[in-house]
């Protein structure tokens, strides 16, 4: 038997029935939730690699910045509930609890406010990258290519061993991907980018940026402005999501953090992933009418059939997510700010969510809506196009990843990520000559 732990840790013994050897597994214990079976020496005592292809089961790191607990419907910033943090707190006091662990008193987060604010500007030379897209470009391929690009502007001034290094790295993409995002948004419109103003609020100063021009005063909306800093709060972070975990994998390697967090974007993209507010809002338009639920929920249970309810079902949440009932409430408040009664896509989605939510399938699967299911619905009443969807969720998600990848940086037993595989290849064979081939 091969004993990886000492008398006082918990351990789990796996045994190998072809040859009778046993293995102590050492387990590690959480503060809340799951404890994790230490497999690191697993390869190693065993030959044997563990196999889970989509991580249902595999902890990828220690993280002290979000908790999910998906069979109660429960999501923790450093501990404290999304729902306090929605009703109570702002971006700027999130983004700051995310970073540094904790609530700001007055005034850290009056610094910390200042300090982002004074990097919301973009280099000129940043501004040419835009000029490189086509007009009609999906502005999640910007964001791409414009993140990634900021590299360029810091690669030589960030050695990312320097924790203030790190730290001002961090403040830049912080207060740069809304101007970024509202600039995507400016350029596909041909209208000229809008300035920040250091005497908006973060939200604020990003609906400006979207919806001002220079031929007259825009004053944006306090509700609208609230509603959407709630939207960022709910989107901030979601521990070791696809992108998120993109994240911590490229930073593992030492790559730049703007290339990391451009490599998160384009996971972020992804219709299964960030991409589903967009594909939700397309996917209630084509259905259209409250008639046509029926047919759409079929195939949506049809394992032939590749269309998925959009907006439904989540890998950790198998209960509700606590999100989107925030999202429900701020839907309905927007609503009622901007004076529209008669959202027929907003009677469409809360039919389909009846619906869908007495269908034993869905009860079966436990496929609720998640967090996308209505933050489409409150863009497009914000005005905002379809396919600046996703560009939001980045645009509030990139906290969480610079968060996520400074604590992966300081963590002394990050090691660069390298997953092996189950090879079902071809076994070593000699080469043949061409001639010889039939
Ligand atoms: C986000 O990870 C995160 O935390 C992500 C996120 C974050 O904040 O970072 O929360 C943000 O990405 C939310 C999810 C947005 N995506 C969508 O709304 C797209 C639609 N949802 C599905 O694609 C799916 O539910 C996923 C991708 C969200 C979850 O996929 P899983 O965990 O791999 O589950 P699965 O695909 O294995 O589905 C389990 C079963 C399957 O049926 P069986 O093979 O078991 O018979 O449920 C079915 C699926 O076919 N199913 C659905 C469905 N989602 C799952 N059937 C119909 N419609 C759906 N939406």
């Known amino acids: 038997m091969n004993d990886n732990s000492d008398a006082n840790t918990q351990t789990f013994t796996l045994m190998d029935n072809a040859s009778g050897d046993q293995y102590v597994l050492p387990v590690l214990e959480s503060s809340v939730g799951p404890r994790v079976i230490d497999v690191r020496k697993l390869y190693a005592d065993t030959g044997c690699f563990t196999y889970d292809p989509g991580y249902t089961s595999t902890g990828s790191c220690e993280s002290r910045i979000t908790y999910i607990d998906g069979e109660e419907g429960v999501l923790l910033y450093r501990g404290?509930?999304?729902?306090?943090?929605?009703?109570?707190?702002?971006?700027?006091?999130?983004?700051?609890?995310?970073?540094?662990?904790?609530?700001?008193?007055?005034?850290?987060?009056?610094?910390?406010?200042?300090?982002?604010?004074?990097?919301?500007?973009?280099?000129?030379?940043v501004n040419m990258f835009f000029r490189g897209f086509r007009r009609d470009s999906h502005p999640m391929a910007i964001m791409c290519g414009v993140v990634g690009a900021l590299s360029a502007f810091y690669h030589d001034s960030l050695d990312i061993s320097d924790p203030r290094h790190r730290m001002i790295a961090s403040f830049r993409m912080i207060a740069k991907i809304p101007t970024i995002a509202a600039q995507a948004y400016k350029y596909s419109i041909g209208q000229p980018f809008i300035p920040p103003q250091n005497n908006l609020s973060y939200s604020e100063n990003f609906l400006h940026?979207?919806?001002?021009?220079?031929?007259?005063?825009?004053?944006?909306?306090?509700?609208?402005a609230k509603a959407m800093d709630r939207i960022l709060i709910l989107h901030a972070d979601h521990e070791q999501n696809a992108s998120t975990s993109t994240v911590r994998l490229a930073g593992s390697s030492g790559a730049n953090p703007f290339a990391c967090i451009a490599a998160g974007i384009a996971s972020l993209w992804g219709p299964a992933h960030g991409g589903a507010n967009e594909a939700v809002l397309n996917m209630l338009e084509k259905i259209g009418d409250v008639s046509k639920i029926d047919e759409y929920v079929k195939k949506a249970k049809d394992k032939d059939d590749p269309f998925r309810l959009m907006g439904f079902g989540h890998r950790v949440y198998k209960n509700f997510d606590p999100r989107a009932h925030v999202m429900r409430q701020t839907c309905h408040e927007v609503l009622d700010e901007l004076g529209i009664t008669d959202e027929p896509l907003l009677d469409l989605a809360i039919e389909l969510e009846r619906i869908a939510l007495e269908d034993e399938y869905f009860v079966e699967k436990k496929l609720y809506p998640n967090v996308d299911f209505y933050s489409g619905i409150i863009f497009k009443a914000m005005g905002i196009p379809t396919s600046m969807f996703t560009v939001l969720f980045a645009v509030a998600r990139t906290v969480g990843w610079i968060a996520q990848w400074n604590e992966m940086v300081e963590d002394p037993s990050q090691r660069i990520g390298r997953p092996r595989q189950l090879y079902l290849g071809e076994p070593e064979r000699d080469y043949v000559m061409m001639s010889e081939r039939k």
């Open 80 to 125: 404290y509930p999304i729902q306090d943090l929605a009703e109570h707190s702002d971006f700027a006091e999130v983004c700051y609890l995310l970073l540094y662990g904790d609530l700001p008193t007055s005034d850290q987060k009056a610094v910390f406010e200042h300090d982002v604010t004074y990097h919301t500007m973009l280099h000129e030379q």
């Open 209 to 224: 940026m979207m919806f001002a021009t220079p031929a007259e005063d825009y004053a944006v909306s306090p509700i609208l």
